[in-house]
């Protein structure tokens, strides 16, 4: 066995030899993307109701409180939204609703006037405040939401 840059490697010599290579094991991000509700219920209209039927659920699955102040949830048309001082407690989620609301430790809103995610496919990313992408959720047509 031979460590190379970080990266085990184990060699066998002879004939039809084969290389093994096992880097390190990616941990799952503090903070997950855990559902995206991609079509609101009903007839898509410009409806408050309507729109803020979109949302995107995230979990922070680490023990300790993180801040998403400047964290960003964008879409592939480059749909952009930024948190402020936003503090996502151990385990906790929060949703972020399309449309207009009254933000609370729970729920954030985007207050647009018409739906962000595409209900044929689409991808929400979800970056940190150094603008590295942390997590993201894919989907192609779907009923009403993915799970991610």
Known sequence: MRKLLGVTMAVAVGFGAAITVAGPAQAAPAVEITRVYVNSPGTDTSSN???NGEYVKLTNRRSTTVSLKN???RDKARHVYTFG?????PKASIVLHTG???NSATKR???RGWHVWNNTGDTAYLRNS?????DSCSWK???SYKNC
């Open 141 to 143: 047509k779907v009923d």
């Open 100 to 102: 207009k609301g009254t």
């Open 49 to 51: 109701k309507s729109v």
């Open 71 to 73: 964290w960003t949830v």
């Open 85 to 89: 001082d936003v503090k996502l407690k």
């Open 109 to 111: 809103y985007w207050g």
């Open 130 to 134: 150094t603008g590295k992408q942390i």
